[in-house]
């Protein structure tokens, strides 16, 4: 949710694209916390397809605009790229779990289990939180796709001539990916959602079975017609959230500026992240690099290590070197005589003596 909203005020297209990612990755640690290891194997799997359509229709994107990634200046661009758009729209429509899309399942089964997770406390409120983000991650999408390719074209005059379709070696890897997201989810639908004929209810949940011997995850019995309506429900509240973008950047593209204007403080919030940068700069960066400074390196390395004990024990050595042992090394025939005669005596001494 945080995430999510986050992506809600982003503009550059990228940058909208991190936010979905880090909002997806909840979604994947909800099914976990859920017991539901297999759903959240699911959504790494779909997730990649799209995401990476994504951000690989993004990169197209960008390169048509000669690495321009601002959304406020872009607009328009489906009649220069159609190909790039159909690609990029393949994506949203996964990401936002269209009926069938790859995101369709892998979403439904993760809203399923924290539905079911009557052993977690408040596991009603993560169903709800998760619920609300479906809807909101179908309206930042569709609000990026829109920006993007539809409505009037804000793209300066001297790009906007420019702008062309990539190669077809850019756009060959958009239709693999595009391909994968529309089918990628019927690894794994559940038996309540299998559409494909013949497949044996049993056995629909093909990833699950797949990973079952090493996942024992929680498992709850629901009935077709319970997991249809809640997959009915997310899809509803899903295109609730597309139909709102649509409204506000294509039908009505004057509000969002009002909006902007009338919610004031609270965007300026979502906008800049809610500090969280700035925040975690402060907590925990500055705190680390300041220990490292000042106790770890100018205290214990510079100070202990490099000071007190490697250039400590050469001063030792260079200093009874020069202050006692060189005393002895005088380079005189007659000390070195008188030092050989006094050490025969003092061992034929002990040897008389013992």
Same mark, same amino acid.
């Given at each position: 949710?945080?995430? #999510? ?6 503009? @550059? ?6 936010? =979905? ?6 979604? %994947? ?5 859920? &017991? ?21 229709? +993004?990169?197209?994107?960008? !390169?048509? %605009? ?7 200046? %872009? ?18 429509? #996964? ?6 899309? =790859?995101?369709?399942? +892998? ?11 009557? @052993? ?14 479906? &809807?909101?991650? #179908? $309206? ?5 796709? $829109? ?5 009037? +074209? ?11 379709? *990539? ?18 989810? $019927?690894?794994? *639908? ?10 044996? *209810? ?20 629901? =009935? ?9 429900? +997310? ?26 204007? #009338? ?17 975690? @700069?402060?907590?925990?960066?500055? *705190?680390?690099?300041? !220990? ?13 290590? @490099? ?11 260079? &200093?009874?070197?020069?202050?006692? !042992?060189?005393?002895?090394?005088? &380079? ?5 005589? $008188?030092? %050989? ?14």
């Amino acid at each position: 949710m945080l995430a #999510a909203t986050i992506a809600l005020t982003q503009r @550059d297209i990228k940058r909208v694209l991190a936010y =979905s990612t880090v909002s997806q990755l909840g979604y %994947m640690f909800l099914a976990a916390g859920c &017991g539901a290891y297999s759903a959240a194997i699911f959504h790494v799997v779909t997730h990649a397809f799209f995401k990476a359509l994504l951000f690989l229709g +993004s990169g197209a994107v960008i !390169l048509a %605009m000669h690495h321009e990634q601002d959304t406020d200046k %872009m607009g328009g661009l489906r009649a220069s790229i159609p190909w790039t758009h159909r690609w990029f729209l393949l994506g949203v429509l #996964a990401i936002a779990g269209f009926p069938f899309f =790859s995101g369709f399942f +892998s979403k439904d089964e993760i809203l399923l289990s924290a539905y079911l997770a009557h @052993d977690v406390p408040g596991h009603g409120a993560l169903y709800a939180i998760a619920l609300a983000t479906a &809807g909101i991650t #179908a $309206f930042y999408m569709f609000r990026l796709h $829109f920006r993007t390719f539809l409505g009037k +074209s804000r793209v300066e005059a001297e790009v906007k001539s420019h702008v062309h379709e *990539p190669s077809q070696w850019i756009l060959a890897p958009l239709g693999v990916l595009g391909v994968l997201s529309i089918f990628g989810g $019927f690894l794994g *639908p559940s038996a309540a959602l299998n559409i494909v004929p013949g497949v044996d *209810p049993a056995h629909s949940n093909s990833l699950a079975n797949f990973l079952g011997s090493v996942l024992h995850g929680v498992h709850h019995e629901v =009935s077709f017609a319970t997991e249809r309506g809640l997959a009915a429900v +997310s899809v509803a509240v899903a295109g609730a959230g597309g139909l709102l973008a649509a409204w506000l950047y294509v039908w009505k593209p004057e509000l969002p500026a009002r909006i902007r204007a #009338a919610l004031g403080g609270l965007h300026r919030v979502v906008a800049n992240k809610y500090w969280v940068d700035e925040i975690y @700069d402060a907590v925990i960066v500055r *705190p680390l690099v300041s !220990l490292s400074e000042n106790v770890l390196y100018r205290g214990i390395d510079a100070g202990l290590i @490099d000071g007190a004990m490697v250039n400590g024990s050469a001063r030792l050595v260079r &200093g009874l070197a020069s202050g006692v !042992l060189r005393h002895f090394q005088s &380079g005189l025939t007659q000390g070195y005589l $008188f030092l %050989m005669v006094l050490g025969t005596l003092l061992i034929a001494s002990y040897l008389v003596a013992g």
